[in-house]
């Protein structure tokens, strides 16, 4: 009976791939439709400089999805993201103001930001608390760190080595580094999740938990990795953005959970779990760079950005909604 019910999730994979390929000529085709507009609407729109700056923005940022989309995969969801990528950057700043080499300092602000998703795996599989609540508490708790390591004040980091400053500042051959990590990240995780036979345990783990357990799966400890993972993509993402910017605030990030999760959501990961591709989720983040770009050029307020992002980000989650109660029934 177990191996039916395993077996009827393994031959739905092809379903998902499906659905995710709807999704994401929809989204492609939005893109393309936005563009196209935004091409009438401004001038500045289609320069070499707008492409470049919207490129830079959602590639770190897509690091960060990437993660949070095989985390709402296996059913969980991360609202720390954000105050991890800010602690790895103070705790980085920190560290290489103290005297530390950055790159030193950088691995152990990653390493740092892993032992972050470990508590939280460990909260979540073994005291049986959910993804939303451990996040939220660990988004208050590391935030505050943060506040600690700085006192609150900014870190000025320009003495960093050009070496350093090349990661998030340098190119290759016209092509910024940022994102050639990026499609490092994105190829090969994309990759994994689609053969990697550890990874496939996510889908399983996300459809159908109990089915996943009675066959063998070890789904606390899948979950468990997942959340690591996410929170070391975001410790990566912190470092690259301290070496873009040569600072480090206690503040940054603030907010950045809204982005990702709605990246991911548009671009069909579940938040029941069980659904979602890295291809999707990029054109997820790619969508709302666009808008963002858009709203700028447009001279439309700061105010009003965030409301649009909110019913963005609502309109994808009823999407969602309708399409797993309609799959359900």
């Known amino acids: 009976m177990v191996a039916e019910t395993i077996g009827v999730s393994a031959t739905r994979t092809p379903s998902w791939k499906r659905l995710g390929s709807m999704r994401e000529a929809g989204l492609i085709a939005i893109i393309l439709a936005l563009c196209i507009a ?19 923005s959602f590639s770190v940022e897509g690091i960060v999805v990437v993660g949070m989309t095989i985390l709402l995969i296996v059913g969980g969801i991360d609202l720390a993201v954000g105050s991890v990528v800010c602690f790895a950057m103070v705790l980085s700043g920190s560290l290489f103001l103290a005297g530390l080499d950055p790159w030193s300092a950088s691995l152990i602000g990653i390493l740092a ?5 470990c508590v939280m795996g460990f909260f979540v599989t073994v005291v049986g608390l959910n993804h939303f609540i451990t996040s939220l508490a660990g988004m208050v708790i590391v935030r505050g760190l ?14 960093l080595p050009p070496a350093f400053k090349a990661i998030g500042q340098g190119s290759f051959h016209g092509v910024p580094y940022v994102i050639i990590i990026f499609i490092a990240v994105v190829v090969l995780f994309d990759f994994l999740l689609r053969r990697a036979t550890a990874l496939r345990k996510v889908f399983y783990t996300g459809s159908n938990e109990k089915a996943a357990l009675y066959s ?41 959970e809204l982005n990702i999760i ?17 291809l999707g989720a990029i054109l997820g983040i790619a969508l709302l760079s666009v808008v963002t770009s858009s709203l700028v050029l447009l001279n439309i307020s700061v105010y009003w950005q965030d409301m649009i992002k909110g019913c963005i980000l609502l309109g994808a989650v009823s999407i969602d909604h309708f399409l797993h109660k309609r799959k359900a029934s």
Do not use: E
Request: aromatic share 10%; glycine share 14%; hydrophobic share 50%.
């Open 38 to 56: 935004m091409s009438f609407a401004s001038p500045h729109f289609l320069t070499l400089g707008n492409f470049r700056a919207m490129l830079m």
């Open 146 to 159: 943060c506040l600690i390591i700085t006192k609150g004040t900014p870190l000025s980091l320009f003495t």
């Open 113 to 117: 930001s892993s032992l972050i998703g």
């Open 216 to 256: 063998g799966i070890r789904t606390n400890q899948v979950k468990f990795w997942v959340t690591v993972l996410c929170s070391t993509l975001a410790g990566v993402a912190g470092v690259i953005y301290m070496s873009r910017f040569g600072a480090a605030t206690p503040t940054f990030g603030v907010g950045m």
């Open 262 to 278: 709605a990246a991911a959501v548009i671009g069909g990961a579940s938040l029941n779990g069980g659904s979602g591709t890295i």
